[in-house]
């Protein structure tokens, strides 16, 4: 199960074969691309993601993500894509922007400047989802959260594919992309 949900993420993206990161790229915008995948709770999610990383300001864009996904017997084809993209979505503003902030006394991010989330602007202009739904005989496993899960894994590998820098603490906010950049000379 987990080899067909990497088959059909791929497919389904088009990847091709090559070394990661990608070939250096000229330029303020680096683009790559990355892959991540979860057994979760007997789901098995393949995610590919495509990003720009903005090398003079740290941000970084997703454009595109592709999901495979096996939960068993799909029960309910569009509810369950439409949960998906939404976990996506979600997941995508938990890896890039929120995070929690505390003084010694108690929080401080209490708005949405000290707790930003993910603006409509900056949601891929695609989400592809592919049910694996290919071993009917097995029961309904359930597709809640498991296609949240790596969503912090594909991003991560995609930057680095980018620009050659593993992230390693969430978020993936423009400064600390600037600091990891600055570490690696």
Do not use: M
């Amino acid at each position: 199960r987990a080899i067909d949900v990497l088959r059909a993420a791929a497919q389904a993206y088009g990847w091709e074969n090559r070394p990661s990161p990608a070939p250096q790229q000229e330029g303020k915008l680096a683009k790559g691309r990355g892959i991540a995948w979860v057994n979760r709770d007997d789901v098995r999610v393949a995610t590919i993601a495509d990003v720009t990383v903005d090398r003079d300001s740290g941000a970084i864009s997703v454009k595109r993500v592709v999901v495979a996904h096996d939960c068993g017997l799909v029960v309910n084809p569009d509810g369950l894509s439409n949960q998906i993209e939404g976990n996506v979505i979600q997941s995508l503003s938990r890896t890039l922007h929120e995070e929690v902030a505390f003084d010694k006394a108690h929080v401080t991010s209490r708005d949405w400047e000290g707790y930003p989330i993910l603006r409509f602007n900056e949601i891929p202009d695609t989400i592809d989802i592919v049910l694996v739904n290919n071993r009917p005989e097995y029961p309904s496993y359930g597709g809640g959260e498991p296609s949240t899960c790596p969503t912090a894994a594909v991003i991560s590998n995609a930057v680095y594919d980018a620009i050659g820098v593993r992230l390693r603490q969430t978020p993936f906010r423009p400064e600390r992309v600037k600091a990891a950049i600055s570490r690696t000379g």
